[in-house]
């Protein structure tokens, strides 16, 4: 009479453990990695801790992150470090902190990072799963650096007119910037993502100029020109609290 042993399948850890590391690894020769400092020395220790610490952290959400930038500078006696990840479709996530020290200052910067992602993970995938319309091309504008204005040449001459009509300020520095098409939702995301002042983009909803900003009280701010009454009646523009 033959017996006939079952034999339970034991998982393989250790290859699923290989696994994670070479798509850990693909993950991260994918994305490009720049740890400078500024006024400081960066050294191979602490790009490796960088580089680990990013590894473990952004594998968790977006494994088609694009570029990361780690920036390390001195502010009397503390080091501060500025984190930029760009995840595509023009999404910047930024996050900065100082300690007494570099990897401190990293770690906590770090920290908040995953914390930005954390709260918007779930809106994120949606937006890079939703497909984009030949509409949604992007939009660009002209970008200005503007000179301060000088006190002192402000209080001793009166200021220089033009036909009559005060002179314009001086331009130091033009570039151009993107003006993506969002809705109110997104645009706050961006916003609190890159940790902006203000965003400037294209309301989705009816195409018109909006702008989202910081408020002292630590609100968000939005500026809609369309949201009048009776330009809402004819196009059905939605309330503030859509989108």
């Known amino acids: 009479m033959r017996r006939l042993i079952g034999v339970r399948r034991v998982p393989n850890f250790a290859a699923a453990r290989v696994d994670r590391f070479r798509a850990a690894t ?3 020769q994918a994305m490009q ?9 960066v050294g191979e220790a602490l790009r490796r801790h960088v580089e680990a610490s990013l590894d473990s952290l952004l594998g968790k959400y977006f494994r088609t992150a694009i570029e990361a930038h780690a920036v390390f500078t001195r502010e009397a006696h503390l080091i501060r470090t500025d984190l930029s990840l760009h995840i595509g479709r023009g999404i910047i ?8 020290d570099y990897y401190p200052a990293f770690d906590a910067a770090a920290e908040r ?7 918007y993970k779930r809106r994120l995938r949606d937006y890079h799963a939703r497909p984009r319309s ?4 992007p939009e660009t504008a002209r970008s200005f650096v503007l000179a301060p ?3 002192a040449d402000d209080e001793g001459e009166a200021e220089a007119r033009v036909d009559g009509e005060a002179a ?10 993107d003006l993506p098409s969002l809705t109110v939702g997104e645009a706050v995301m961006r916003l609190d993502l890159a940790d902006a002042p203000a965003l400037l983009f294209r309301n989705r909803a009816h195409g018109e100029l909006n702008l989202v900003y910081r408020r002292g009280d630590g609100n968000i701010g939005w500026i809609d020109p369309a949201l009048d009454a009776s330009r809402t009646r004819r196009s059905g523009t939605p309330s503030p609290r859509d989108g």
């Open 26 to 28: 693909e993950w991260c």
């Open 93 to 100: 996530v930024k996050s900065g902190a100082a300690a007494t």
């Open 168 to 177: 314009a300020p001086v331009v130091i520095a033009e570039m151009s910037t």
């Open 113 to 119: 990072l995953g914390k930005q992602l954390r709260r």
């Open 134 to 137: 030949s509409a949604e091309r």
């Open 149 to 151: 204005v000088d006190e």
């Open 33 to 41: 990695l720049t740890v400078t400092g500024k006024q400081v020395d």
